[in-house]
């Protein structure tokens, strides 16, 4: 097999980061805990918004509270919209980039739900595992807003797949 250009390496490796954090922002969205994780090193730093400091894929996912909101009713559902993809640093095994995020949470509250409006910037640092993985992280929040919802749908009423009359 003949080498790869520098070149085309690194489109290469800009698209596979980008399809990891798609993974991520699915994985939160879906309330699937085992995909979140599979986008992280095992030896993870991360620091999200006001938590404390974590270190290790353990720690960290237990300071995401998305899946118990979700999984307990506290959150209906969430919507993470990937924006702005900067990438700051990319060599042969390593990266960093800066990534903008709207998250839109629906939240039951008396008498009607709320959306919570969130707009959030991820600092990655990436390793080469085999593939690429988010070995540091860094969360702030930018801005945020509540806004009462006019429609939002528990995510159990989500349409998951094609239904099978449209495949044929």
Known sequence: MSARSPDLQQLLDRTAIQDALTR???????GNRDL??????????????????????DALMAQIPLFD???????KICTHFMGNLRFLHLAADTAETETYVLA?????????DDVQVRSFRYLDRWARTGEWKICARVL???????VPA???SALSQRVKNLPDHMLS
């Open 36 to 57: 979140l994780r599979s986008c992280f090193t095992e030896d993870v730093r991360a620091h999200y918004i006001e938590r404390t400091p974590v270190s290790g894929l």
């Open 150 to 152: 006019t429609f939002a």
């Open 69 to 75: 909101k979700l999984a307990s009713g506290a959150m």
């Open 24 to 30: 991520y922002y699915h994985a939160a969205d879906s």
């Open 140 to 146: 702030t929040l930018d801005w945020s807003c509540d």
């Open 104 to 112: 839109f949470l629906v939240v039951p509250r008396a008498g009607a």
